[in-house]
């Protein structure tokens, strides 16, 4: 039988490489890996296998947050990472959609969980609570056994809990080390929310299954960032195309002598990479301008890590996201399910592998809906051209990307709708060069009200998570619908200020 036991080789040695760097302190591998150990001890308890319980904890990047996510993976459970910048509305209906037993959390982030947690007569303890001191016997776990569930939203109401076995996860992290040669002596710099992949499995994952030092930063403090970019710290990088953008626009406001540090400082480093969402050429020619790097793109999603990327080595194509990394096999298919086989054709990317998630957590009907053949669904558009494969776009319009995030616009709209002043509404993303895409709520009130902006983004205050409340309303006398009633989005579009 497979099992986990050989993973994270370099978490699995007691040597004193330096694995993690939270401000001034540093963790080695063997005090991280002993750190872990007393963890799963911990949450075992008198158990001898935690047999997929889900664990769920809030924290932002940090020693606590690795020492979790690690800790419940030897033990036998599964790892439900939760947003930390969540309302409570959103974190409940994590916790329940997952049946998550157990939180952790500490200080401020525990006071936030504590109400709902006791509403939901949920355990919630803090690391040290659990923490035992010293590391007992712990299971030996096969490959198959489910790892991780992290939520995604998509074109239903509510984000769905994707699953990932420790084989996927073994499948992302490798086919990653292999394409972009990871390396022992790699040194990354880790400011993405740890509730998704990208900052979970392409940086924490890889860089501690390389061997490499990733340096924690709760969320992108980008001046402390940058003064670590231009003291030679790091040598890779890996950011959503905001981020870049965000960088861009702050080097203007710098002296010379500032931006020829930092600017060398990336010039220096072996790799940036730029994921998550397209990165518009514009982005990838200024970047390449100020720092001398070729910025590579990849694809990727939720239910399947990544599976296209530009090459390490070789033509990284500006708007294109590359060829299938190894492992991953990629086709596109047309409406009618057929493969197309020429270039030039635009049609659905369609995914088989290791890569590719379980299931979506307890909900056997969208799980059967996303596969077609064998062939996972991802709703992504693309078209092949010289070899490349070209992102064009979704396949739904109720699906936005702001900032690296997927948001849903029917769990916006959900949410809208239970303010009393509103009689309908349509939410749609609209092109923004900083975002992405911006989110944009098209509002119909009832007879004799009126809305401010102000008010209303006040009010989406605690019922949804930040970055999803609305950037801009345009408040309408009545939403454009075709024959049958249905709101159509592209009409919108075309009334955009
Ligand atoms: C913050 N804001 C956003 C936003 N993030 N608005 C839209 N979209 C977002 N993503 C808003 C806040 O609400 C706030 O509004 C204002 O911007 C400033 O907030 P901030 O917190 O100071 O912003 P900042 O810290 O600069 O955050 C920007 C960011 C962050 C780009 C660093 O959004 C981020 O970390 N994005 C990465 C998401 C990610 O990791 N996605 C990967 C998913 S996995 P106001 O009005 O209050 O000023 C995946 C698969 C794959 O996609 O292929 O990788
Ligand atoms: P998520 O569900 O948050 O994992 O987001 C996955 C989605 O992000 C994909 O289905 C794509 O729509 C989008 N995405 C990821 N990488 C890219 C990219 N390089 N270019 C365009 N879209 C991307």
Request: hydrophobic share 40%.
């Amino acid at each position: 039988m497979e099992t986990t036991k050989d993973n994270f080789q370099h978490l699995n040695n007691d040597h004193s490489k330096v694995a993690l760097v939270e401000g001034s302190d540093t963790t080695t591998y063997a005090d991280l890996h002993n750190r872990i150990n007393c963890m799963a001890t911990g949450l075992l308890g008198d158990k001898d296998d935690l047999d997929e319980e889900r664990i769920a904890f809030l924290m932002p990047a940090s020693l606590d947050y690795v020492t979790m996510l690690f800790g419940v993976w030897r033990a036998g459970g599964i790892a439900v990472p939760l947003n930390v910048s969540s309302a409570i509305p959103e974190l409940e209906h994590a916790l329940t959609c997952a049946e998550v037993t157990r939180v952790v959390a500490n200080g401020e982030y525990a006071e936030k969980i504590a109400e709902l947690c006791s509403r939901l007569n949920i355990e919630l303890k803090s690391v040290s609570d659990i923490m035992g001191d010293s590391s007992g016997q712990l299971p030996e776990l096969s490959l198959n056994r489910r790892a991780m569930i992290l939520f995604t939203s998509g074109t239903t109401n509510k984000p769905k809990g994707v699953v990932s076995t420790h084989k996927n996860i073994w499948a992302q992290i490798t086919t990653l080390i292999e394409a972009w040669s990871w390396d022992y002596e790699d040194s990354i710099p880790l400011f993405l929310p740890l509730h998704h992949i990208h900052g979970i499995i392409n940086v924490l994952c890889c860089g501690l299954w390389a061997g490499a030092t990733v340096s924690l930063f709760p969320k992108f403090d980008m001046e402390a960032i940058l003064d670590e970019v231009a003291n030679h710290r790091y040598n890779v990088f890996m950011a959503v195309p905001t981020i870049y953008v965000k960088m861009i626009q702050h080097f203007e406001s710098l002296e010379d002598s500032q931006l020829k540090a930092i600017t060398d400082g990336f010039r220096k480093m072996r790799l940036n990479i730029s994921g998550s969402a397209a990165c518009p050429v514009k982005v990838y020619n200024q970047w390449l301008e100020l720092t001398g790097q070729v910025l590579l793109e990849r694809y990727g999603m939720t239910e399947i890590g990544m599976a296209i990327s530009n090459p390490y080595d070789g033509e990284r194509r500006a708007g294109a996201v590359g060829i299938p990394l190894p492992g991953v096999e990629v086709s596109l298919f047309d409406d009618d399910n057929n493969v197309i086989t020429e270039e030039d054709k635009p049609g659905e990317i369609r995914i088989k592998g290791d890569n590719v998630f379980l299931e979506y957590w307890g909900n056997q009907e969208a799980t059967e809906g996303s596969y077609h053949d064998g062939w996972f669904c991802t709703g992504d558009v693309a078209v092949k051209e010289n070899g490349y494969y070209r992102i064009m776009g979704r396949s739904s319009v109720d699906i936005i990307k702001s900032g690296g995030y997927k948001l849903s616009a029917l769990e916006i709209e959900g949410t809208l709708l239970t303010h009393e002043d509103i009689a309908e509404c349509a939410v749609i993303g609209a092109p923004d060069e900083m975002w992405g895409e911006a989110v944009i709520a098209f509002i119909g009130l009832k007879p004799g009200k009126t809305m401010e902006y102000d008010v209303l983004k006040a009010w989406c205050d605690g019922k949804m998570s930040a970055y999803k409340i609305p950037k801009q309303i345009v408040i309408i006398d009545a939403l454009p619908r075709n024959a049958m009633g249905k709101v159509t989005k592209p009409a919108l579009k075309e009334q955009l200020p």
